[in-house]
């Protein structure tokens, strides 16, 4: 009899159509969310799968029950093999996206387009390329160098295949997501017929009209001839109609330079106008006759050196300044006595036969940790219309590097020793400054210190972090004269350093920054009460 497995069937025709919409990307979903809810998913329907097999009938053939579980453990596998799923926390590496493109014209090919590494990356760097045009790539396989908004990545291919063409030259900057960056194909002898490939530009669906349009039109006499050569060929980004794209970067640099974007060819995804494409036309056009004299006056008279701006100088420009006009900062400083900090300092480096090296800051971290499990409102964010308090204490600690500001996270800070965290702060920042912290080592954390006291700096209040409520700013510990009623002048020198919490008043209040900062100088000039 046939019934069970006809039973079988139509009750799990249901999952396979949960197994397709369990692998569908929804656009606007991070990577990480996708592969998490797709693992628990796929999880769910392979236990509902054996369950629902045994309730239907015993008789059902084992080839049947792998007709369900086979995809399922199949996409599982296939998750974990690309470490899209991890018992740790971790961030994905995301695969290089591609198109396939079938034409009569060309041998199929793949054009593989310029992805996001990071859940706050727009546009992008490709620092150098690890394959050549001929190469033969695995998926999984490195294809270039990627600089992101924060760090450099691996980009790697999702599929095998053949580098037939290199779209995107090394060290380009600025290069916008889903922008194609190169094209591989299946067999070898495929790749010359890509050597003089260009990837198609959307926009030009209508070749048609225009030809049309120079040939409707007469030639007119040469009376108005002051638009420049570039506005002589059409452009992609126009070509399909009266609307013009481009991105708000390149429209707010156009509108400075009083550039007209219809003249501006668009090199980015369908035909769209980068910031490229408008500094490309802008040091093409030729500058304008009048006032030569008094320009070429005022640039001699100055001599300077124009510095491209990296993808990370970008992102702390625009968080920062997106800081300061949102979040209603205010101060708090504290001058704390680090005479005991420093002889236990002492101590333990001289007990440590070399094994580790506190620094002051160790001693720093530590405290700030401890005292937001004593003041748990700062260890919080605004969220819009509600405070998110952590339970979890993850410390941002401000390295700078070459190219620019970053912020590796010492995670579970109030549960670490001084050596452990010392151990971690090292590490983070030796990684930060050879560009190797992968996003979510950077990415949260629940506060910040940033000390410049190695820079000799006495004091400086900081910008927050969003979205977190605080950041704490250290100076330099130096000897100064104090109150000491036990002195027979009433006075002594002490190892004094100044702290400055700057704090979201929209979460913190100022009467609860005081609490935190008053717990904060309480663990550094009493450091034994650390180990309680």
């Known amino acids: 009899m046939h019934y069970p497995n006809c039973l079988f069937i139509a009750s799990h025709s249901r999952m396979f159509s949960c197994l397709a919409s369990a692998c569908a990307y929804p656009r606007g979903m991070s990577t990480s969310t ?97 394959v050549a045009v001929g190469d033969t790539v695995e998926a999984g396989d490195s294809l270039a160098e990627v600089e992101t908004d924060k760090a450099t990545m691996s980009f ?29 194909v299946t067999e070898e002898s495929d790749v010359a017929a890509f050597a003089d490939y260009t990837p198609p530009v959307a926009g030009a669906t209508k070749p048609a009209a225009a030809e049309e349009t120079p040939k409707a039109e007469p030639s007119p006499a040469p009376t108005t001839t002051s638009t420049s050569a570039p506005s002589q060929q059409p452009t992609a ?44 036309y802008t040091a093409s056009a030729p500058s304008a006759p009048a006032a ?57 480096n001289a007990d440590a036969n070399g094994e580790y090296k506190l620094s002051v800051n160790d001693f720093i971290i530590k405290a700030s940790s401890l005292a937001l499990k004593r003041v748990k409102e700062v260890n919080s964010s605004w969220m819009g219309n509600f405070i998110r308090e952590y339970q979890t204490v993850d410390i941002s600690v401000a390295v700078s590097t070459d190219g620019g500001l970053i912020t590796p996270i010492v995670f579970d800070a109030d549960l670490k020793g001084l050596v452990e965290i010392s151990t971690d702060v090292k590490e983070l920042a030796n990684r930060a400054r050879d560009g190797k912290l992968t996003p979510e080592e950077y990415q949260g954390g629940t506060f910040t210190i940033s000390n410049l006291g190695m820079f000799g700096v006495n004091s400086f209040s900081a910008i927050i972090n969003p979205p977190q409520a605080c950041i704490l700013a250290v100076g330099a510990t130096e000897q100064r004269v104090v109150p000491d009623p036990t002195a027979s002048n009433g006075m002594a020198l002490a190892n004094m350093m100044s702290a400055t919490l700057s704090c979201d008043h929209r979460v913190v209040d100022g009467a609860v920054g005081a609490q935190w900062l008053k717990e904060f100088k309480k663990y550094v000039e009493n450091p034994l009460a650390m180990l309680l």
Not at 113 to 121: G, K, N, Q, R, V
Not at 162 to 174: H, P, R, S, V
């Open 292 to 348: 030569t004299s008094s320009t070429q006056q005022a640039v001699g008279a100055t001599s300077y050196v124009d510095v491209p701006a990296s993808n990370v100088r970008q992102v702390i420009a625009n968080r920062l300044q997106e800081s300061k006009q949102q979040v209603p900062h205010y101060y708090l400083q504290a001058e704390i006595n680090m005479d005991k900090v420093m002889d236990l300092r002492k101590q333990f």
């Open 156 to 184: 790697d291919s999702a599929e095998d295949g053949i580098i037939a063409k290199l779209l995107i030259e090394e060290g380009a900057q600025g290069v916008e997501i889903g922008t194609p960056v190169l094209v591989m």
């Open 34 to 130: 996708f592969a998490m809810r797709s693992a628990r998913r796929l999880s769910v329907l392979a236990a509902a799968a054996t369950r629902s097999t045994t309730r239907t009938s015993t008789n059902v053939s084992c080839r049947s029950l792998s007709m369900v579980r086979r995809p399922i453990s199949a996409s599982l596998r296939a998750l974990r093999s690309a470490h899209l799923i991890n018992a740790q926390r971790s961030v994905p590496q995301v695969a290089a996206p591609l198109v396939r493109f079938y034409s009569t014209d060309l041998p199929e090919h793949m054009v593989i387009e310029f992805p996001a590494l990071s859940p706050t990356m727009t546009t992008g760097g490709l620092q150098s390329w690890n």
């Open 237 to 280: 980004s126009t070509s399909s109609g009266d609307r013009i794209f481009a991105s708000p970067l390149a429209k707010r640099l156009a509108e400075q330079a009083s550039i007209a974007l219809a003249n501006v060819p668009g090199t980015g995804p369908r035909g769209r106008i980068t910031k490229a494409d408008v500094d490309s």
